[in-house]
């Protein structure tokens, strides 16, 4: 009887001592989480959070997580993070965020549509519906891509602007020249025909910002084709 009752205090007393240390454990990570992120680093927020995961698991630290390997352009981690890149209406936006841009990252658009139309379901904006058209072009839906542009150059704002990185040196335009660009080459993949409307839909993004480089580019290259009929044909 003594014996089992010394095994018992000891079992008792290991549990409470791994319940300490786990909980201090969680206590330095949360507070090394918290330095990391005051001192910007990246790698040391990533650490912690892995940490933190391992030790006292939840959804919505998998998912901060996951959208800081996005953020840090680490698309596969952050899509092994999350361990599915299936649609799931359950998902938090965060998650479906880091499931669209990744997925679009690593040359998926097809998947990409998915999660960015759930999020444009969520919330919609002027920002996914160019993510949309620009993803439904590339799959080559541009009935769809279309109906995103119409959305997106009725609520575009002047002060929305929209990256790109085309060049060695990263540039802004504006949301709405960005979208009539995409438009213009929408009208060419739906009627090759049709090559004068889509170069006049690409001056007027110009017209907004003649420093457009990308704009510019496509209508070097639909100039070229209206100059080659055969080319244009293929």
């Not at 998926?108 to 993510?131: G, S, T, V, W």
């Amino acid at each position: 009887m003594m014996k089992r009752l010394l095994f018992l205090v000891f079992f008792l007393a290991g549990l409470t001592s791994q319940a300490q240390t786990k909980s201090e454990l969680i206590s330095h990570y949360e507070a090394f989480y918290n330095q990391m992120r005051l001192q910007g680093d990246i790698n040391g927020v990533i650490n912690a959070l892995t940490h933190l995961n391992v030790l006292d698991p939840n959804t919505q630290r998998r998912d901060t997580l996951a959208y800081v390997y996005t953020n840090s352009n680490q698309h596969v981690q952050a899509l092994n993070t999350l361990q599915s890149i299936d649609k799931n209406e359950a998902d938090s936006d965060l998650a479906v965020q880091v499931k669209a841009i990744s997925l679009k990252a690593l040359n998926q658009p097809k998947r990409a549509i998915e999660h960015f139309e759930i999020l444009f379901q969520r919330n919609p904006n002027a920002y996914l519906a160019y993510e949309l058209a620009d993803l439904k072009i590339q799959v080559g839906d541009n009935a769809g891509a279309t109906t995103n542009i119409d959305y997106g150059i009725a609520n575009a704002k002047d002060d929305m602007k929209y990256a790109f990185y085309e060049r060695q040196q990263p540039y802004e335009v504006p949301l709405k020249a960005a979208l009539i660009h995409l438009k213009g080459l929408a009208i060419y993949n739906m009627d090759r025909n049709n090559i004068d409307t889509a170069i006049s839909t690409i001056d007027e993004a110009l017209t907004i910002d003649p420093n457009f480089n990308l704009a510019s580019l496509s209508k070097q290259a639909l100039e070229s084709r209206k100059q080659s009929p055969e080319e244009n044909k293929n």
